[in-house]
T-cell receptor, first 109, second 114 residues
Framework: DAKTTQPPSMDCAEGRAANLPCNHS???????VYWYRQIHSQGPQYIIH???NNETNEMASLIITEDRKSSTLILPHATLRDTAVYYC??????????FGTGTSLTVIP | DAGVTQSPTHLIKTRGQQVTLRCSPK?????VSWYQQALGQGPQFIFQ???????QRGNFPDRFSGHQFPNYSSELNVNALLLGDSALYLC?????????????FGQGTRLTVV
């Protein structure tokens, strides 16, 4: 079963930062936080993952709270192509995931 | 470098039939996981293969079985198809290690059971 809670939907203006929250209050010490997104029934696309430190790559930033019970995915300058369903997942192995229903992000022109 | 490839992309089968779906992992990956995604839902973990053996299994009946070959490619077999098996079937590959790895997904096979 999914161990994360995300809002079902969010809107973001094009060019603005999109901040997607995720609660994972029962996360264990050896579980990573992963973010994937899925655009219109294509295969999920890896975005970023982290254990306890904040992480940044060319796509996004991941902010994990000190107690690790929640995190935020930040898309710094959202474009229309970022419209997708975003999944926050916790996993020990990084290759066995229990997805929830995710957050449907709509970027508005 | 090819990513994860799945075949076929679409498939229509009749209730009661059997189906085989195929997956070739990303180069350098040795672990393959299969997921079922019903319309409007997140992907559900079916099982994972490593070293040609099923290592982990989700809550799916025995009608769902799989195989991994020496070249790390994998097949998903579903017997006695039900209408409820209609879904997008996703394959993900990764390099086996404990944590701090990422899985890459294929584009999926859309199975319709009529």
């Amino acid at each position: 079963d999914a161990k994360t809670t995300q809002p079902p939907s969010m809107d973001c203006a094009e060019g603005r930062a999109a901040n997607l929250p995720c609660n994972h209050s029962t996360i264990s010490g050896n579980e990573y936080v992963y973010w994937y997104r899925q655009i219109h029934s294509q295969g999920p696309q890896y975005i970023i993952h982290g254990l306890k430190n904040n992480e940044t790559n060319e796509m996004a930033s991941l902010i994990i709270t000190e107690d690790r019970k929640s995190s935020t995915l930040i898309l710094p300058h959202a474009t229309l192509r970022d419209t997708a369903v975003y999944y926050c997942i916790v996993s020990k192995t990084g290759n066995q995931f229990y997805f929830g229903t995710g957050t449907s992000l709509t970027v508005i022109p | 470098d090819a990513g994860v490839t799945q075949s076929p992309t679409h498939l229509i089968k009749t209730r009661g039939q059997q189906v085989t779906l195929r997956c070739s992992p990303k180069s350098g990956h040795d672990t393959v996981s299969w997921y079922q995604q019903a319309l409007g839902q997140g992907p559900q973990f079916i099982f994972q293969y490593y070293e040609e053996e099923e290592r982990q299994r989700g809550n799916f009946p025995d009608r769902f079985s799989g195989h991994q070959f020496p070249n790390y490619s994998s097949e998903l077999n579903v017997n006695a198809l039900l209408l409820g098996d209609s879904a997008l079937y996703l394959c993900a590959s990764s390099k086996i290690q404990a944590g701090n790895t990422e899985a890459f997904f294929g584009q999926g096979t859309r199975l319709t059971v009529v």
